[in-house]
Each structure stands twice: as structure tokens, then as C-alpha cells.
């Protein structure tokens, strides 16, 4: 099996099967952890059906990390998997204010870091979406 992902304009890759959430939580990212695994990871989760992408988001994040009070920004769409069988998602940028407790969910834990930990649960994806959320910044 080989992994693809790619980073595409905003809006291009819909219909969108699922939300990535870039978070930033006093100066540093914030990642949560599975309850079944040992790594970290991104915000992020299915559509569902009825939901916007926005909506997602919201939900996703506040299921995953307890944000109660946050900016989000759609930055672009991200298509991923296996040639052949490949899925689209909406990539949010996010800054958090106010962390309330972590709701009862499948995420174990939430920390922050000053910069990405080495044990992510999906490094490839991390790096292709900070690449592409640099080269943004860069542009503005």
C-alpha cells in the first residue's frame, strides 16, 4: 500500500468527506491524543451527513480538544489515501482562546508544544499540511 496526499486550492476538492484542524493554543500547537494509541495528532474527523465542513470542524475540535472559545480559517483542501480510492477534506486553521475540559470522546489527552512532537500518529500529513500552511503565510 502507498499513502498520496496532496494539497489543493480552497474549495477545489469538495465533496469533502472529512476536517484537519492546524491549532495553535497560547503560542503553541495543540494536538490530542487517541486513547488507543501512544502518538499525537491533529484535530480532526468525519463529515457528517447534513454538516458543512465548518461545521465539522467545529464539532470535531471541540470533541477532540474541549476549545470552547476560537477563530477558525478555512486555509485549503487536502486529498489523501491511495491511488484509486482517495478522500477530500478541508484544512482549518485555528486559534484557540479558551480550553474548556475534554469531553467524553475517543481522544485521551490534549497538550501543547512548541513545536511538532516526532511521535505523530500521521507525520506525512502533518508535514504536507505545515509545508502548505507556511508557503500561505509566506504569500500574505
Known amino acids: 500500500m502507498s499513502f498520496f496526499g496532496q494539497v ?7 465533496p469533502y468527506q472529512y476536517v484537519l484542524m492546524l491549532s495553535r493554543y497560547q503560542g503553541k500547537w495543540l494536538l490530542s491524543r487517541h486513547r488507543s494509541r501512544s502518538t499525537w495528532e491533529t484535530q480532526g474527523g468525519h463529515v457528517e451527513a447534513g454538516e458543512t465542513p465548518e461545521e465539522a ?3 470535531e475540535l471541540y470533541e477532540e480538544s474541549g ?8 486555509l485549503f ?16 486553521a485555528v486559534e484557540i482562546e479558551e480550553l474548556g475540559p475534554l469531553p467524553p470522546s475517543e481522544m485521551a489527552e ?4 512548541e513545536q511538532m512532537p516526532e511521535n505523530l500518529t500521521y ?12 508557503e500561505l503565510q509566506d504569500k500574505e
Not at 476549545?67 to 478555512?74: C, I, S, T, W
Open 8 to 14: 489543493c486550492p480552497l474549495g477545489t476538492k469538495g
Open 123 to 134: 507525520p506525512q500529513i502533518v508535514s504536507d499540511l505545515l509545508g502548505a500552511w507556511q
Open 57 to 59: 470542524a467545529r464539532r
Open 77 to 92: 483542501d487536502y486529498v489523501a489515501g491511495e491511488p484509486g480510492n482517495m478522500d477530500a477534506g478541508m484544512v482549518f
Open 67 to 74: 476549545a470552547v472559545a476560537y477563530q477558525l480559517r478555512p
Open 110 to 113: 490534549v497538550r501543547a508544544w
